[in-house]
């Protein structure tokens, strides 16, 4: 860097050879180097001024900009502590077959309170109470002029309620919505129905929750808002159900039974078009659980799905269609039925005796537990046991019901001879009377099995081959001749071939031995015999039929009769025509006058 | 004439004070001030009823005394307009000892409020916030010692600059006041830009600046948290960024409408630190555009206006105050769209608070007093290049 003096020295010379004073060089040139300086400076300045005032316009532009993206963009609601998933409250109507409606969601709205908006707490706990008289003055206004800023008064109340609690004009009482489920059928099919409950709780909404039944059962597909609320269709006639609890209530009051169960199922798809459990329960008011005692005395056990039974002769027809099957037997085939049959210790007797020898059907006929016993003998525990597994006798039902898994049947502990004798007939293994009718409409179908089933269309079928065609038509024969000439003639009904099977079973008693006087009456049958469409089970619990000198227990006198009324209702409802005999003779009446 | 001669009518020096007061000052960023205090009132109009009511206070009292303190602080900008830039330096560097003074005593006779930072005076009707008014003074004291560094044989001003400056950081960051410690490091450093920064060290500062956030970051949990909230993409509907997003949102294009606005209900800092998204929410973008437009014209005024300013201390002053200004502005806005972390800071001039305001004021007085159109030695340059080749 060369170095310019501030006091160069030839211009000092000349000035003080003119008589100037050489300090004014000095203080020109650093002026002019300041000045210089400055210039520098301020031109720096200038270009760093305009960055600057870049830098800030870019800053406003983007804010201008990120403003106007969200400006433009859709705002979302900002959620008030909403732990988790939202509520759904949607749930999906249930309907009959037919369309009719079994189960559908109201809305109503809960009443809550937030004291802090409360004008008069006094007069409002005190209009309430006259409105809700289970609430309690003294209560609600301590809570209402307490410190709580929130207070639920009551889960569900309906328009006319709310319209009164309106009326009272306190800010601070508040009404949130809530889907209630309704049946509105009350009681009918309150056993498959179930019920629900609510879940997860707001202010806004409430979850509904199925607690039994179907509504359990199928909790997730009810709720889940993808099915676009269609209804779930159930294999329930809305009619025939109507007709068949009617009518079964009327029975086991006549009958003096403390319980009753019906099933009616179609033979070739396994759907459950009714299904009647007696005592019953609302589901709109589901009762609660028993907390002590059998279970089994509550009207919320399904007797249908959850009683297991021992069945009693009922169970007769499988050793028959399994010794026609095996071809070990015709109907004609004579069986030795001379008693009593001795096991070791243990005799098995007929309630009458039937004489040395009977038919294969006439055993049915008569309902020989000797001669069924015998032919479970020939049969063998082996082939007995395969048998009833696929008949599935021996694992909790499929059907859908979520109380169906947890009940299976009560099998002997060691499949003996004895148990093969007496599980012949229907002795020493209980299943539901729900487990009787699809094994009964698989034998009698024509020989497929079938799963029962409570949704419309039924389960897909496998085409399994129970029995032949033959076989089962021979079983539908002997039925038939069971009612014709047997233990179940009360079951005749005009116009329709109904064949069937009774079956009378003592019930158990808890602590070990059988009751004498206590029965479990069952009638399965099938009609019309010829073109099989319908199994309809009735079980009667303890009936005792007293019109005559002494109680009748047997299932001919109790069980049978309610089954016969049932068909005779129920089948013009299910579209079967009946049978009339044509007019013998149809022709003119002459006169002659 | 004879009057004249003989000194009987009393003679004119120069030109009367207001008049060349309008002659000489910005008017464009006069007006744009006024308008800002405008829309300030507005706002606070829609935004302070329902806190005050939640504080028990008449509707529109945070409104009286915005326009109580804006009165004040207009009557402060005017006047701080008014004076020539050497009384602004004398005015300032007197200032900024007063506040530093303050500042230097608040953490034996400030109070917090309960918000967990000693930041304020208490004067029972309002309360003062030393380090609004030291920021002004700081940046005068600042431009003057720069300006003094140009000089000839001139103190190392930049030096002391630099030690002063680190000094109010360290006090504020005492506090801890993070935001205004940033401001006054900003204004140092936005002065020492335009004053001649090698660029070497510029490139060294924003180095230590980023090693200063970090250590910041993992020292200060109050810090950290909301750096957190920041650097998460989700914006939380629930805290006071999600509130105000969603009300930006809401306002759309042309807003939901006066009164209707819902995020004033849910935001206690609806009034202040978030007052832009209360005017998004009812009058939507067209008036958030137009408050961007304002701020950015005031800046950018002068800004250019400066460039044309030969006088070192003026530049570097106007500089600092206009920055500081429009910084302050930045940071509000971009903290509600989320482009810049939470950090609560006023918006200069619309924002309710008494010191914010008054302080406010001083900064754009002395900005229009330092932007006034002054011979800058045109004449000079024309007539002759004054020696210089």
């Keep these: 860097m060369i170095r310019t003096p501030l006091r160069p020295l030839a211009r000092i010379l000349q000035a003080r050879a003119k008589g100037e004073n050489p300090d004014a060089i000095e203080k020109e040139n650093l002026r002019l180097r300041h000045e210089q300086m400055r210039d520098q400076s301020r031109t720096r300045a200038e270009s760093r001024l305009w960055v600057l005032a870049l830098a800030f316009m870019f800053a406003y532009g983007m804010i201008g900009m990120r403003m106007g993206v969200l400006a433009a963009s859709e705002p979302q609601e900002p959620q008030v502590a909403v732990s988790g998933s939202a509520i759904v409250a949607q749930r999906a109507d249930i309907t009959d077959r037919n369309g009719n409606l079994l189960a559908t969601n109201l809305a109503t709205h809960s009443l809550y309170a937030q004291p802090p908006l409360m004008v008069d707490p006094q007069r409002a706990a005190q209009e309430l109470v006259a409105i809700f008289p289970d609430l309690e003055v003294d209560r609600l206004t301590r809570q209402f002029t307490g410190d709580r800023k929130f207070i639920w008064i009551k889960k569900r109340i309906s328009p006319e309620q709310m319209q009164q609690v309106h009326d009272i004009g306190d800010p601070g009482l508040l009404f949130g919505p809530r889907e209630m489920r309704l049946y509105p059928n009350g009681r009918l099919a309150a056993h498959v129905l179930g019920g629900t409950s609510f879940g997860r709780e707001g202010v806004r909404s409430a979850e509904l929750v199925g607690v039994a039944g179907v509504e359990k059962e199928f909790d997730q597909y009810l709720r889940d808002p993808a099915n676009g609320g269609q209804p779930l269709r159930l294999s329930l006639d809305l009619t025939v159900q109507t007709a068949i609890r009617r009518v079964l209530e009327g029975g086991m009051k006549l009958m003096n039974a403390k319980g009753a169960t019906a099933i009616l199922m179609d033979v070739h798809t396994g759907e459950v078009i009714s299904l009647v459990s007696l005592p019953d329960f609302d589901p709109n008011e589901r009762p609660r659980p028993l907390a002590q005692g059998d279970a089994s005395d509550s009207p919320l056990f399904n007797r249908a799905v959850q009683g297991v039974y021992e069945l009693g002769s009922t169970f007769k027809i499988f050793a028959a269609a399994q010794a026609l099957e095996t071809g070990m037997m015709t109907p004609d085939t004579m069986i030795d039925t001379k008693g009593p049959l001795r096991w070791g210790k243990f005799r098995i007797n007929d309630f009458h005796n039937y004489g040395p020898q009977l038919s294969l059907t006439d055993v049915m006929v008569k309902s020989s537990n000797i001669g069924t016993a015998r032919i479970a003998m020939e049969i063998g525990a082996e082939r007995q046991r395969d048998f009833l597994g696929r008949l599935g006798l021996l694992s909790p039902s499929p059907v859908e019901l979520v109380e169906a898994p947890g009940v299976k049947p009560l099998l002997p502990p060691n499949w003996s001879e004895l148990s093969t004798m007496t599980i012949s007939y229907g002795h020493g293994l209980s299943a539901s009377p729900l487990h009787l009718a699809s094994a009964y409409a698989s034998v009698l179908n024509g020989g497929y099995v079938v799963q029962p089933s409570l949704l419309a269309g039924g389960r897909p079928r496998t085409g399994e081959r129970i029995v032949s065609e033959q076989t089962s038509a021979a079983l539908r024969d002997m039925l038939r001749q069971v009612v014709v000439r047997g233990t179940a003639s009360f079951g005749e009904v005009e116009g329709y071939s109904v064949g069937g099977k009774t079956g009378t079973a003592d019930k158990p008693k808890p602590t070990g031995g059988y009751y004498e006087d206590k029965v479990i009456a069952t009638f399965a049958s099938v009609f019309p015999t010829d073109k099989p469409k319908y199994v309809l089970i009735v079980t009667l619990d303890e009936p005792e039929e007293t019109s005559g000198t002494e109680p009748r227990r047997t299932a001919g006198w109790t069980a049978v009769p309610v089954a016969a009324e049932i068909i005779r209702r129920t089948a013009p409802l299910l579209g079967l025509r009946p049978d009339i005999e044509p007019a013998s003779t149809f022709g003119v009446t002459l006169t002659s006058n | ?389």
């Excluded at chain 2, 509907?237 to 209900?265: D, H, S």
Aim: glycine share 12%; with cysteine.
């Design chain 2, 1 to 389: 004439m004879t009057e004249m001669v003989y000194g009987a009518a009393p003679m004119r020096v120069g030109e009367p004070i207001l008049p060349r007061w309008w002659r000489t000052i910005d008017k464009w960023t006069l007006s744009c001030i006024l308008l800002l205090f405008g829309i300030g009132l507005l706002l606070g109009l829609a935004a302070s009823p329902p806190l005050a009511e939640r504080n028990g206070l008449s509707p529109f009292h945070y409104v009286e005394r915005q326009a109580l303190f804006g009165g004040m602080a207009l009557v402060v900008m005017f006047a701080t307009s008014m004076m020539s830039p050497d009384m602004v330096r004398r005015l300032g560097v007197l200032g900024f000892m007063g506040a530093f003074i303050a500042l230097a005593l608040l953490p034996v006779l400030g109070t917090d409020f309960g918000k967990g930072a000693v930041r304020w005076y208490s004067l029972g009707f309002a309360s003062v916030q030393p380090s609004e008014f030291l920021k002004p003074c700081f940046i005068i004291l600042t431009a003057w010692m720069m300006a003094a560094n140009t000089e000839i044989g001139g103190p190392p001003g930049r030096m002391f600059s630099f030690v002063i400056a680190v000094t109010v950081v360290l006090f504020l960051a005492l506090q801890p006041d993070f935001g205004q410690a940033s401001l006054i490091l900003f204004s140092w450093g936005v002065m020492y830009f335009v004053g001649g920064a090698p660029m070497l060290l510029l490139a060294g500062m924003a180095g230590m600046t980023v090693m200063g956030g970090v250590v910041a970051y993992n020292n200060s949990e109050h810090f950290a948290r909301r750096i957190d909230g920041f650097l998460s993409p989700e914006i939380d509907p629930r805290t006071q960024l999600g509130y105000a997003t969603n009300a930006i949102r809401e306002g759309g294009f042309w807003g939901v409408g006066v009164g209707e606005g819902q995020v004033k209900q849910s935001l206690p800092d609806a009034h202040t630190d978030f007052i832009i998204a209360v005017a998004a929410e009812e009058y939507g973008l067209i008036l958030v555009l137009l408050v961007i437009a304002l701020y950015a014209a005031i800046v950018l005024r002068s800004l250019h206006r400066l460039t044309r300013e030969r006088d070192p201390f003026a530049r570097l002053a106007g500089t600092g105050l206009a920055c500081i200004f429009g910084v302050q502005a930045m940071i509000n806005m971009g903290v509600a769209v989320k482009l810049l972390p939470a950090k609560g800071m006023t918006l200069p001039f619309v924002s309710y608070g008494g010191s914010s305001l008054i302080a406010g004021g001083v900064v754009v007085g002395a900005l229009l007093a330092l932007t006034r159109t002054r011979p800058q030695g045109e004449i000079g340059d024309l007539l002759m290049r004054k020696g210089r080749a």
